[in-house]
């Protein structure tokens, strides 16, 4: 019998460990032909990586919003439309608590053109087989999860970065400009927040560039237990916000695995930003990276009648940056 187990374990090992290994493969072949969609679209635009300034309003009028919040969802969500239910509360009760602001929730920061997983005919079907899965395990989801990771890969890259971003930076303005229109030119710039959580805050961050180049905005990036790269953003952006909560491991992955976020590469972007007070890493509490215990969690927390969220939105609106829309 004990033989007979032995076997099996074995087998089983030498099984998976094949499956492992063949799963590794394909994700390795997928992560190195995952720039062709984006240098594809490139190619089709016609564009250089000259920036070009998008359409804007001529208006200058004092109608102009005094600040627009755009919020880039994580790895997780496969739409812009299908934000989680507590992302959305999230976002409605900060449309309420700031009425100067605009809020914009469809950018969908996996797709350089903003196209929905759904939309895409390679990974329509895993979409449509996760939208039918009830089981609390989802492999098709599981894999959408990783063909989003390897976008927040391809937002840091150094060689393909630049078109993503871009193109990213440019739905981002499009999207702001279809809910309220931005101006061209205004005597004082307005505030634009880019609000990322998970990889969100990596794609918030390689757009800030190009967004600081088009737009009479000063801009601010927050991050919700994001994971990004010391590189991008850091010298254009007024101000970088990291909320991690005690219970989140995932946001740790950042400072790791890219060197430009290790303390003795002194003269790194986000290490600058760092010493300057530009960058600001904020405890946010218990919160774990997603679900009912994450940011935007709407279970209770054990030792008061607060929500998980409740305690984000609390964090959130004590930032200095919210007096002067006031």
């Known amino acids: ?21 063949a799963l590794g493969l394909f994700f390795l072949a997928w992560g190195t032909i995952a720039p062709i969609s984006t240098l594809s679209w490139w190619a089709q635009s016609g564009n250089g990586l000259v920036d070009q300034h998008p359409d804007l309003s001529e208006d200058t009028s004092t109608d102009a919003p005094r600040c627009y919040i755009v919020f ?20 409605d009760r900060l449309e309420e608590a700031l009425p100067t602001c605009v809020v914009v929730r469809d950018v969908f920061p996996y797709s350089a053109v903003s196209e929905d997983i759904g939309g895409q005919p390679l990974f329509s079907w895993l979409w449509q087989t996760s939208q039918e899965n009830d089981n609390a395990v989802d492999p098709a989801g599981i894999v959408l999860q990783m063909r989003n990771l390897w976008r927040v890969a391809l937002s840091a890259d150094g060689r393909y970065g630049q078109a993503y971003n871009r193109g990213t930076a440019s739905t981002i ?8 229109p931005v101006p061209k030119a205004l005597d004082d710039p307005f505030q634009l927040v880019l609000i990322g959580t998970s990889g969100g805050a ?29 590189r991008s953003g850091f010298d254009h952006a007024r101000q970088v916000y990291h909320y991690h909560g005690s219970d989140d491991w995932v946001d740790n992955v950042g400072s790791v695995i890219f060197p430009s976020r290790w303390r003795w590469t002194w003269s790194s972007s986000f290490n600058r930003a760092r010493r300057a007070d530009r960058y600001q890493a904020i405890a946010s509490g218990p919160h774990e990276h997603d679900g009912d215990r994450g940011y935007f969690g709407q279970d209770l927390i054990d030792d008061g009648g607060q929500t998980y969220l409740d305690i984000t939105i609390d964090e959130m609106l004590q930032l200095p940056l919210w007096e002067q829309l006031q």
């Open 202 to 230: 990596q794609v918030a961050l390689g757009a800030v560039e190009h967004l600081k180049a088009w737009l009479p905005a000063e801009l601010t990036v927050i991050s919700m237990g994001g994971v990004f790269d010391g």
């Open 173 to 180: 303005v499009e999207r702001m400009h279809d809910t309220h």
């Open 1 to 21: 019998m004990k033989n007979w187990l032995q076997i099996v374990a074995s087998r089983s090992v030498g099984d998976t460990s094949k499956l492992l290994g």
């Open 72 to 91: 880039l969802t994580g790895v997780g969500d496969v739409a812009a439309q299908e934000l989680a239910d507590g992302e959305a509360v999230f976002l």
